[in-house]
């Protein structure tokens, strides 16, 4: 594939490769937090369920699929996208159906883990592996492109399910995600009826990393850096999801409706599109690595505002900020695998991350449920957030910088 400078020539010459990762990236949205917290209160109401226990299922669910994220995300590795991930689109539809006719509360455990381990888990992991494998030079800039599908989601469907769930029954929606999937998947084969194999790639055109060599899995997981990420990973995950989780008693406590605190939402993805497309930009000039331990820093504002936030025009701001940072998560972490490790085993290296990320997602809403439940209510709770966001920047700036010495 070629490899232009400039962002709308590199689309126009790599468009079915660039459109296959932002298809991906959005129907993950089915899977994803934002998503699935839209009808936490329809959940909650048909089963009978309190915070505490909905935070619980959704812990269960999204742990099961962290776990099994460990030992399915290396399968990226053999299979061709145009393989593995029709099927994994195809499952996710299935999972929509899961959610749509299920009406036992024991199941619901069930149902979170296919939706997340199909959605935010193999879905959005096979968008990134793709972007990282196919692309060197410009890596960066085709994780950006790829990530402004997750964007379009997160833009659009809050307000969208809002407005629909008030004249079509919660679960009828469900089955018309199952439909979208399943012509996502048609779409997905057409665009990649030429795809090459990871295998006839696999030498010629694989970046190395630190140390001009392939790092395995197990490599990684030696690598200290690997583990002074682990904060951040699943940190920004963790209680970012636990905000969009709690979004709808968020807006109780303040005072707000639901539809108008979806309505901010919007705002913090029109900056997360600029700031992922400026990230990577900055990815492509300056490495992922050097810019590492800076992204977290705007989570640490956010968080403070998120609890002190006297009218929505402040927790706009908050939001904005998490945009902000959020350009950083969808471009600047997936890169750094790449940059640091090499391509050759991206998706076995990048499965461990993911299922960190997805860990942490499930820790994130089960444990700030428990605890609105035993008398910490959900503003004091940001405090906390914040503060565990500057330790995870912190921990980052020595190990980054002696990778950057062995990259060197």
């Excluded at 994803?32 to 269960?60: C, H, K, P």
């Excluded at 008030?166 to 399943?182: E, N, Y």
């Excluded at 705007?298 to 939001?319: K, Q, R, S």
Aim: aromatic letters at 12%.
């Amino acid at each position: 594939m070629t490899q232009p400078t400039g962002y709308l020539q590199f689309i126009r010459a790599n468009l079915p490769f660039l459109a296959t990762g932002a298809l991906l990236s959005l129907l993950s949205s089915f899977g994803q937090t934002f998503f699935i917290a839209i009808f936490g209160g329809e959940i909650r109401e048909t089963f009978g369920l309190s915070n505490g226990d909905w935070g619980l299922i959704y812990m269960v669910g999204t742990g099961a699929s962290a776990l099994l994220m460990v030992f399915a995300g290396g399968l990226a590795d053999r299979f061709r996208v145009r393989t593995l991930g029709v099927l994994v689109v195809l499952l996710l539809g299935c999972a929509c159906l899961f959610m749509a006719f299920n009406t036992a509360a024991a199941l619901l455990p069930l149902v979170i883990f296919a939706l997340r381990f199909m959605g935010q888990g193999m879905t959005s992991h096979m968008s990134t592996v793709a972007m990282a494998r196919w692309f060197v030079a410009t890596r960066g800039r085709a994780l950006a492109v790829a990530a402004f599908g997750f964007m379009l989601g997160e833009a659009t469907l809050p307000l969208t399910m809002v407005w629909l769930k008030a004249m079509i029954d919660w679960r009828t929606l469900w089955i018309c995600f199952a439909g979208i999937c399943a012509i996502a998947a048609l779409i997905l084969h057409r665009l990649l009826r030429l795809e090459r194999t990871p295998q006839s790639i696999a030498e010629t055109e694989q970046s190395t990393g630190m140390q001009n060599r392939h790092w395995t899995r197990a490599d990684a997981l030696r690598h200290p850096l690997f583990w002074a990420m682990v904060p951040a990973v699943m940190s920004f995950s963790g209680f970012a999801t636990a905000f969009w989780f709690h979004q709808a008693h968020f807006a109780e406590i303040k005072g707000w409706s639901h539809l108008a605190l979806v309505s901010v939402f919007p705002l913090g993805t029109m900056v997360l599109a600029l700031s992922t497309i400026g990230y990577g930009w900055a990815v492509d000039r300056l490495g992922a690595v050097r810019l590492l331990p800076i992204y977290l820093l705007p989570l640490v504002v956010a968080f403070f505002l998120h609890w002190y936030a006297p009218t929505l025009g402040w927790t706009a701001l908050a939001v904005s900020l998490m945009g902000l940072a959020g350009g950083g998560q969808a471009t600047l972490l997936n890169a750094c695998w790449a940059e640091l490790y090499g391509t050759k085993h991206i998706g076995s290296i990048k499965s461990a991350a993911t299922a960190l990320m997805v860990l942490g997602s499930a820790i994130g809403p089960g444990l700030s449920g428990w605890l609105i439940d035993n008398g910490v209510d959900f503003e004091t709770q940001q405090l906390g957030y914040a503060a565990i966001f500057a330790f995870a920047a912190l921990i980052l700036i020595v190990p980054s910088r002696k990778a950057l010495a062995a990259l060197a």
